[in-house]
C-alpha cells in the first residue's frame, strides 16, 4: 500500500514537472500566456484594446492609447500620416513593431523630409473601408496632413455586420488567459480543429468573413471627409496572392479601381510590384512584404509633403 502511494506521489510530481516546463516555454519561447485583447465599438465594431506592450512568437507588439499599432500620440505631432485599413496593414502578432510599413516610413519620411514625421497605424483585422471611417468620425483625423487607405479587393463589399465577436471569436479575446498551457489548448487545439471540424465553421481562424452586398460606403464618405479638410486621401489597393497569379485584379477590385478614378481619387494598384515572396499567407504580406508596402507609399507620401 505505501508503495503504491508512493507511485502515486512520484507521477503526481512527474505531470507536474512538466506542466510547469511546459508553462515556461510556452512563455518563454511564444510569448503565450499574455495575448492582445480586444474591444468592442458601437461605432466601428470593435478595436485592440489600448495602451497594450507585449511580445508573441518573437514580435514586439504595441497598441497606443487610441488603439492603433503605433507609438504614443504626442503634442509635437504636427506632421501627420494616417495609414488605415485591415489586417494587412495592421500585421497581427505575427508582425514585429519594427517591420511594420509604417514604422518604416515614419523612420525614413523623418530622415528624408529633414522633420519630424507620424504615420499612424489605424487598423483592426477585417476592417473595411466604413470601419475606418467611423474610426476618424469618433476620434477625429488627429491633425492629418494625408490619408491613406489600405484596401483589397475584397473591400468592395466588406460591410459592417456588429456580429458579437469580441470575447467569443477566439483571435478576439477580451480577457488573458489563465495560463500558457490553457491558452494554447484552448485557442491553438481547441478552437482550431476540434471545434472546427465539428461545427465546419465558415470563419477563419484570425478573420471575420462578411458577406454584404452593396459598395462599401466608407471609400465614398472617406473621400468627403478629406475633401472637407483639405487633405490627400490614397487609396493603396493590396493584392491577394490569386490576384498575382492571374495577373490581374478580380472583379471586386476592378470596382474599387472604377470608383476611384469616377471620384477623382489618387489610387495606387500595387498588383504589378508584388510577387509571391512577399506574403505569409494568401493575402497578408510577411516583412518584405511590409518592406514593399513602404517603399511603394514613400514617394508618394514625400511629394505631398513637398507641397506644404
Given at each position: 500500500?505505501?508503495?503504491?502511494?508512493?507511485?502515486?506521489?512520484?507521477?503526481?510530481?512527474?505531470?507536474?514537472?512538466?506542466?510547469?516546463?511546459l508553462e515556461v516555454l510556452l512563455r518563454a519561447q511564444y510569448g503565450l500566456g499574455k495575448t492582445l485583447l480586444f474591444?468592442?465599438?458601437?461605432?466601428?465594431?470593435?478595436?485592440?484594446?489600448?495602451?497594450?506592450?507585449?511580445?508573441?512568437?518573437?514580435?514586439?507588439?504595441?497598441?497606443?492609447?487610441?488603439?492603433?499599432?503605433?507609438?504614443?500620440?504626442?503634442?509635437?505631432?504636427?506632421?501627420?500620416?494616417?495609414?488605415?485599413?485591415?489586417?494587412?496593414?495592421?500585421?497581427?502578432?505575427?508582425?514585429?513593431?519594427?517591420?511594420?510599413?509604417?514604422?518604416?516610413?515614419?523612420?525614413?519620411?523623418?530622415?528624408?523630409?529633414?522633420?519630424?514625421?507620424?504615420?499612424?497605424?489605424?487598423?483592426?483585422?477585417?476592417?473595411?473601408?466604413?470601419?475606418?471611417?467611423?474610426?476618424?468620425?469618433?476620434?477625429?483625423?488627429?491633425?492629418?496632413?494625408?490619408?491613406?487607405?489600405?484596401?483589397?479587393?475584397?473591400?468592395?463589399?466588406?460591410?459592417?455586420?456588429?456580429?458579437?465577436?469580441?470575447?467569443?471569436?477566439?483571435?478576439?479575446?477580451?480577457?488573458?488567459?489563465m495560463s500558457a498551457v490553457s491558452e494554447f489548448f484552448s485557442r491553438y487545439v481547441w478552437s482550431r480543429y476540434v471545434?472546427?471540424?465539428?461545427?465546419?465553421?465558415?470563419?477563419?481562424?484570425?478573420?471575420?468573413?462578411?458577406?454584404?452586398?452593396?459598395?462599401?460606403?466608407?471609400?465614398?464618405?472617406?473621400?468627403?471627409?478629406?475633401?472637407?479638410?483639405?487633405?490627400?486621401?490614397?487609396?493603396?489597393?493590396?493584392?491577394?496572392?490569386?490576384?498575382?497569379?492571374?495577373?490581374?485584379?478580380?472583379?471586386?477590385?476592378?470596382?474599387?479601381?472604377?470608383?476611384?478614378?469616377?471620384?477623382?481619387?489618387?489610387?495606387?494598384?500595387?498588383?504589378?510590384?508584388?510577387?509571391?515572396?512577399?506574403?505569409?499567407?494568401?493575402?497578408?504580406?510577411?516583412?518584405?512584404?511590409?518592406?514593399?508596402?513602404?517603399?511603394?507609399?514613400?514617394?508618394?507620401?514625400?511629394?505631398?509633403?513637398?507641397?506644404?
Amino acid at each position: 500500500m505505501f508503495k503504491k502511494y508512493n507511485i502515486y506521489i512520484l507521477l503526481l510530481t512527474v505531470v507536474s514537472l512538466l506542466a510547469v516546463g511546459l508553462e515556461v516555454l510556452l512563455r518563454a519561447q511564444y510569448g503565450l500566456g499574455k495575448t492582445l485583447l480586444f474591444t468592442d465599438s458601437k461605432e466601428y465594431e470593435y478595436i485592440a484594446a489600448p495602451n497594450q506592450d507585449l511580445v508573441r512568437f518573437g514580435n514586439k507588439v504595441l497598441v497606443n492609447e487610441y488603439g492603433m499599432r503605433s507609438l504614443k500620440i504626442e503634442p509635437s505631432d504636427t506632421t501627420v500620416i494616417l495609414l488605415i485599413g485591415d489586417s494587412v496593414i495592421n500585421g497581427g502578432v505575427l508582425t514585429d513593431h519594427d517591420s511594420l510599413a509604417t514604422t518604416i516610413l515614419e523612420k525614413e519620411l523623418s530622415q528624408e523630409s529633414q522633420r519630424e514625421v507620424r504615420v499612424l497605424n489605424i487598423s483592426a483585422g477585417s476592417w473595411g473601408p466604413d470601419n475606418c471611417y467611423a474610426y476618424l468620425e469618433k476620434h477625429g483625423v488627429f491633425n492629418a496632413d494625408m490619408v491613406v487607405l489600405v484596401a483589397s479587393s475584397h473591400d468592395a463589399h466588406d460591410n459592417m455586420e456588429f456580429k458579437n465577436i469580441v470575447g467569443v471569436h477566439a483571435s478576439y479575446p477580451t480577457e488573458q488567459p489563465m495560463s500558457a498551457v490553457s491558452e494554447f489548448f484552448s485557442r491553438y487545439v481547441w478552437s482550431r480543429y476540434v471545434k472546427k471540424n465539428r461545427n465546419n465553421a465558415g470563419q477563419g481562424q484570425t478573420m471575420i468573413n462578411k458577406e454584404g452586398k452593396s459598395f462599401n460606403t466608407g471609400f465614398g464618405d472617406l473621400k468627403r471627409l478629406t475633401d472637407s479638410l483639405n487633405i490627400p486621401f490614397t487609396i493603396y489597393l493590396h493584392p491577394e496572392r490569386k490576384e498575382v497569379k492571374n495577373g490581374a485584379y478580380n472583379q471586386q477590385g476592378n470596382e474599387i479601381v472604377s470608383f476611384a478614378h469616377s471620384n477623382n481619387i489618387q489610387v495606387l494598384e500595387a498588383l504589378s510590384f508584388w510577387n509571391e515572396q512577399y506574403y505569409r499567407d494568401q493575402i497578408h504580406p510577411n516583412c518584405q512584404g511590409q518592406r514593399q508596402i513602404a517603399d511603394l507609399l514613400k514617394p508618394l507620401i514625400l511629394e505631398k509633403l513637398n507641397e506644404y
